[in-house]
């Protein structure tokens, strides 16, 4: 009876969570109509707004996002594998308490400050054109992560994973190679200031 009480309430949940394929959301306000927790399959979002709102325990499976404003939204639990975010408002997004397994998203024109990849291996990730201004790197992994044109002031890289990481069009960035892994990473000559800035040493 215990065994079947598990396997009805098991069930329960997979039957009450919600499954969307290729659908379009265009212009909704998930802060008003909450978000239904469920899988969201090739999925698209048009300006949609998520600021403060709960996806925790969603998967977002090759869903593109445009223009959408999701700072601040609850990703506990979140599943985020190839997804597409473009001119996306990101701000303060804890990606460290998404599900790690499988984590994998590209990063386009978006306005991620403040977030946290803390100890989150992104290697399956792209940015370009994004500004990561206060974000925590610290433990993250990156190896082989392209990093186009990004602005990096303030962000924070502790015991950080750089092998083969590409920065040589981004900017603003202090990474102290004792403290973190760099072999193979990719500078410009106008990055090296942010690699000695701990030695007080003036390039120029």
Not at 62 to 76: K, P, T
Not at 113 to 140: E, G, K, W
Request: charged share 20%.
């Amino acid at each position: 009876e215990i065994c079947e009480e598990i396997e009805l309430k098991v069930y329960g949940k997979i039957m009450n969570n919600a499954y969307y394929a290729e659908e379009t959301f265009n212009g909704t306000d998930f802060t008003i109509e909450p978000f239904e927790t469920g899988d969201y399959e090739k999925c698209r979002f048009m300006n949609c707004r998520f600021a403060n709102a709960n996806l925790a325990e969603c998967n977002l499976i090759d869903c593109e996002f445009v223009d959408c404003d999701l700072s601040n939204a609850n990703l506990a639990g979140l599943s985020i594998r190839n997804s597409e975010f473009s001119n996306c408002k990101m701000v303060g997004l804890q990606f460290n308490h998404c599900t790690k397994f499988g984590f994998s998203a590209t990063f386009k024109s978006c306005n991620l400050n403040f977030a946290s990849f803390f100890n989150l291996d992104i290697t399956r990730c792209s940015f370009d054109d994004c500004q990561l201004q206060d974000v925590d790197f610290s433990q993250a992994v990156l190896t082989g992560v392209a990093f186009e044109y990004c602005d990096f002031a303030k962000a924070t890289f502790s015991s950080t994973t750089l092998l083969r990481t590409d920065l040589r069009s981004s900017f603003n960035f202090v990474i102290d190679p004792e403290r973190n892994q760099i072999r193979g990473a990719q500078f410009s000559m106008q990055g090296l200031p942010g690699l000695l800035e701990k030695y007080n040493i003036v390039v120029g």
